[in-house]
């Protein structure tokens, strides 16, 4: 049988372009570039926190990490859960306000325990933005469309990354690292304004096959997760995800710091030639992984577990050679390759979720997804390089944040194996999905 894209993966041909996507896509990705500003500011202000509050690695991959990603993922399923039976738009803008007001919070920290609160606070309020955003633009653009949308949207982190690193590193170098929070948490409440007076919310389902005619039945959590369960493209699309996050953070958390204390970089070039750098190379693996996959997905399916899994591949040993290079400039100009390997998977992981789930259900089971890439990315990946770099330090090894970056090699590797795993299973699952969908 032919393994061309299935009938859910094309456009209804009774469907029309929705009225003002262009724009709520642009809002939204705007929204979630001041998500991620907020989320990485942290990591490129690490050194000069670590120095005022006397923290150690452990304590700062907590912060980078697990403070942040323990709270947005316990907050995540039950706002996604929200956002399944309410209006999207003005989820997403009040979350918007929410973790803006707690970045702020962070600049009036003195000690490790109350920059956590405020980065517990960052992390619940964050955790209303990314999954009803994905529904957002899932019911604005129809499935053949969404690798490449979805892949647009989640530049968003890069652009983060840029911004967060660029701005934020010239802020504290010349007023200090409290006042690079406190501009970027007005640059939050702005944008969290202009989200709620400009986009629209959407028909759910409209542009679906079949679309309904009436609102969609709500689908409860447990039912979500049987969907999960039951269907081992996600499944085993949870495990392969998640570890290409835990690598992806590890590596974005620690870069900066790594740069700084092993190899000399002063924090001013870290603004200027760092920022810049990981935008535009984790742009290029979070945009070229979903406009790949949107291509080659249209002659086989398998795409959305080869693309990633090939850049996990390469990424290994592309970080080793990276972490062992001589200067601070020759290690940034071999970063290049694997920060955009490491951020491949993002867009077509969740464009896949969301071709694979219920109409009423695509938020929840975004988050559960979203789940996955923050409990074992973005919180176990800076920490256990953080833990690793303290422990090494502790054995009196040579540059234990090196050695501490180098263990992400292997994780990438088993990450592309379970993807390769879903490769064998994908074209299956998608078919029963089509076939549960028809009247």
Aim: contains cysteine; charged residues 10%; hydrophobic residues 55%.
């Amino acid at each position: 049988m032919n393994q061309a894209a299935p009938a859910n993966l094309a456009t209804p041909a009774i469907a029309p372009p929705s009225p003002g996507r262009t724009l709520a896509l642009l809002v939204l990705t705007a929204v979630g570039t001041v998500n991620f500003v907020d989320r990485q500011i942290l990591s490129v202000l690490a050194e000069p926190i670590r120095t005022e509050l006397h923290l150690s690695d452990t304590q700062l991959g907590l912060l980078t990490g697990l403070s942040f990603a323990l709270f947005y993922a316990l907050v995540g399923i039950p706002a996604a859960m929200l956002a399944d039976r309410t209006h999207r738009v003005r989820l997403v803008a009040g979350a918007c306000l929410v973790w803006s007001l707690f970045t702020g919070a962070c600049g009036f920290a003195t000690s490790f325990w109350h920059l956590a609160l405020a980065r517990f606070g960052v992390g619940v309020g964050e955790a209303g933005g990314t999954a009803p955003s994905l529904s957002i633009l899932a019911d604005y653009y129809p499935p053949a469309q969404r690798p490449a949308v979805i892949g647009v949207f989640t530049v968003n982190g890069p652009l983060g990354v840029f911004v967060g690193t660029s701005l934020g590193g010239w802020v504290a170098g010349e007023y200090g690292w409290r006042v690079a929070f406190f501009g970027v948490a007005l640059i939050g409440g702005l944008a969290a304004v202009i989200l709620a007076l400009v986009v629209r919310e959407p028909r759910r389902g409209g542009l679906d096959p079949a679309p309904p005619l009436t609102s969609p039945p709500k689908v409860s959590l447990g039912a979500t997760v049987r969907l999960f369960v039951d269907r081992p493209t996600l499944w085993l699309l949870l495990l392969a995800s998640g570890l290409a996050a835990f690598v992806s953070n590890g590596m974005l958390s620690w870069i900066p710091a790594y740069l700084m204390r092993v190899q000399g970089m002063p924090l001013a070039e870290v603004a200027r030639w760092f920022g810049p750098a990981a935008g535009i190379c984790m742009g290029l693996g979070i945009w070229g992984g979903g406009a790949l996959v949107n291509w080659a997905g249209r002659h086989s399916l398998k795409a959305y577990a080869f693309v990633p899994g090939a850049a996990m591949m390469i990424c290994a040993p592309t970080l080793a050679l990276a972490v062992m290079a001589s200067s601070w400039q020759v290690s940034l100009a071999m970063m290049i390759v694997p920060m955009i390997c490491c951020t491949s998977f993002v867009a077509p992981a969740l464009a896949l979720v969301q071709n694979m789930s219920p109409v009423a259900a695509r938020a929840t089971a975004t988050a559960l997804l979203l789940l996955s890439f923050n409990i074992v990315g973005l919180g176990g990946g800076p920490l256990a390089v953080g833990m690793l770099s303290d422990t090494l330090a502790g054995a009196q090894v040579a540059d234990p944040l090196r050695i501490a970056l180098m263990s992400l090699g292997p994780v990438s590797l088993l990450s592309a194996l379970i993807y390769f795993a879903v490769s064998r299973v994908v074209t299956r699952d998608t078919r029963s999905v089509v076939q549960e969908s028809m009247p």
